[in-house]
């Protein structure tokens, strides 16, 4: 499902902008990967994902 493949594409994002020492994006993709989780469980709100998407990619976007 969309929301599965978005929880692990954002897992492995904030382990490898870790291991490359951009904490910024580690921690913008771990926000993502919670999000969703919290979706999945019934917690979450659609606008929580956009949200953290949003700063996911202005996190990338400052690192360069």
């Known amino acids: 499902d ?3 493949g978005s929880r692990i594409c954002a897992h492995k ?3 490898a902008a870790g291991i ?5 994006v580690s921690e913008a993709a771990s926000a993502v990967e919670q999000a969703v989780i919290d ?3 019934g917690a979450g709100n659609p ?3 956009q949200t953290t998407l949003r700063d996911l990619l202005t996190s990338i976007e400052q690192s360069r």
Not at 20 to 24: H, R
Request: aromatic share 12%.
């Open 2 to 4: 969309a929301n599965g």
């Open 13 to 15: 994002l904030a382990g």
């Open 20 to 24: 490359y020492d951009f904490v910024p």
């Open 39 to 41: 979706r999945q469980a």
């Open 47 to 49: 606008e929580a994902i």
